[in-house]
């Protein structure tokens, strides 16, 4: 059985990890949360990465037309850092998301993506991310 704490490090296990968030998106507010929030605190982080979902989400141009191709993951990739959104469950309505960052130098996207994926589907199988 995987907790939300324990998910949450072994999210920071994953090589490059600087921060994760845990996110209830229909409040736009911080569950939980581990690593370093330098920039903005982890509250602040749920309310502008709910922002970044719902406008993704809402956007016809980013929707593939076919009713059963849901957006799962939002990858933001700046110059010294990536960013990885994850939706639980690959569903907004299930309220739940992940706002990793990773080191760019540091971090892997593939294998990041690869990992966080296996961790939050035990989490959702758990009955946590429903």
Not at 15 to 29: F, I, Q, Y
Not at 71 to 78: F, K, L, M, R
Not at 86 to 99: A, I, S
Request: aromatic share 4%; glycine share 14%; with cysteine.
């Amino acid at each position: 059985m995987t907790d939300i704490d324990g998910c949450l490090h072994r999210i920071m296990d994953i090589p490059g990890a600087r921060s994760v968030t845990l996110v209830d998106g229909a409040s736009g507010l911080a569950i939980a949360a581990a690593g370093r929030h330098d920039l903005v605190d982890q509250h602040e982080d749920a309310a502008t990465t709910t922002d970044v979902v719902r406008a993704v989400l809402g956007c016809a141009a980013l929707a593939t037309g076919h009713d059963d191709d849901d957006v799962t993951e939002i990858i933001v990739s700046g110059t010294r850092a990536y960013h990885l959104l994850y939706l639980v469950n690959g569903d907004f309505d299930g309220r739940l998301f992940v706002h990793v960052v990773f080191d760019g130098d540091t971090g892997n996207l593939g294998m990041a993506r690869f990992q966080l994926r296996g961790i939050l589907g035990e989490l959702a199988e758990d009955g946590h991310g429903r």
